[in-house]
């Protein structure tokens, strides 16, 4: 992140497992203390899977974003697999075939002003950056302490 970040985007999967939900306390508590710094933070919920071809898509938005994230990486050099996938449906029973994306549990996007800076999860430089990863490099930039979230008890 070359400048300093104005906002974030946590995206959240709706179906999250009770693991997956842990996380995203764990997550929103360290979001809370870069909102304390300054940090404009929004949260949105996405499907699991997505129809990307489907002319009457529910989740446009869905989609739009992820385009973007996908531009957005391109251009950067990164890949935002496997956290985000697409393939093919197929249902016997109904004889529609469609291709999905399938969604991460959790996504981070960071933004200054309305360009997009960052996005988490991805895959560059030959490792894979994690939200953790977004949420550490966003607490540096800004000088905040997110290591110590309200869920963990004080020493």
């Given at each position: 992140?070359?400048?300093?970040p104005t906002r974030v985007q946590l995206?959240?999967?709706s179906d999250s497992a009770a693991v997956a939900r842990e996380?995203?306390?764990?997550?929103l508590d360290r979001l809370q203390t870069l909102r304390e710094a300054g940090i404009?933070?929004?949260?949105?919920?996405w499907g699991?899977?997505?129809?990307?071809?489907?002319?009457?898509r529910i989740d446009n938005e869905a989609i739009e974003q992820y385009e973007r994230f996908r531009d957005w990486a391109e251009k950067e050099g990164a890949s935002?697999?496997?956290?985000?996938?697409?393939?093919?449906?197929?249902?016997?029973?109904?004889?529609?075939?469609a291709e999905i994306l399938v969604t991460p549990g959790l996504c981070l996007a960071v933004y200054?002003?309305?360009?997009?800076?960052?996005?988490y999860p991805r895959w560059q430089?030959?490792?894979t950056l994690t939200v953790e990863d977004g949420l550490a490099a966003l607490a540096e930039a800004v000088g905040a302490d997110t290591t110590e979230t309200a869920t963990t008890p004080p020493a």
């Open positions: 992140m070359g400048t300093t995206f959240v999967r996380r995203k306390g764990e997550v404009d933070v929004e949260t949105a919920t699991h899977r997505i129809v990307i071809d489907d002319e009457e935002l697999y496997p956290a985000f996938r697409t393939r093919q449906y197929d249902c016997s029973f109904t004889g529609v075939c200054d002003g309305d360009e997009l800076t960052a996005v430089d030959d490792r």
